[in-house]
């Protein structure tokens, strides 16, 4: 491998690995904005009027739940994406390969089973 590629490599690596503690040391950071559970509900209930810090533990943890199933997927998401694009970089003539099937006519027989296939029950 040569050199630039190889310094431009462990560049992104370290790019990645600066993103990454960044966002753990955010999360570690917020995290006691997201200490409040829905059992506050009672508490305001009871509280008798001085509950503004309640109520704010209650809007973070909504905020946090919300935005848990985005991450996760986004997360997913991320990864399955690095995965394919590692592997097409490791063997470009074959992603190319993979890629013209799209590029190609479509022949009257492969037509005809697709059509088939769609008018399926």
Known sequence: MP???TSR?????????TVVSLAL?????LTAEATACPTCKE???GDGGSHS???RGYFWSIIFMLSVPP???LGLGTYFYLLVRGAR????ERADQQ???LNRPLTPERRKQLEDLAHAP
């Open 9 to 17: 490599l462990q560049q992104r690596r370290w790019r990645v690995a």
């Open 71 to 73: 991450m996760i997927l």
């Open 53 to 55: 810090s309640l109520v």
């Open 89 to 92: 970089r490791l063997d470009p």
């Open 25 to 29: 040391l955010a999360c570690l950071v």
């Open 99 to 101: 890629l013209s099937i």
């Open 43 to 45: 508490a305001i209930a």
């Open 3 to 5: 050199r630039s590629t």
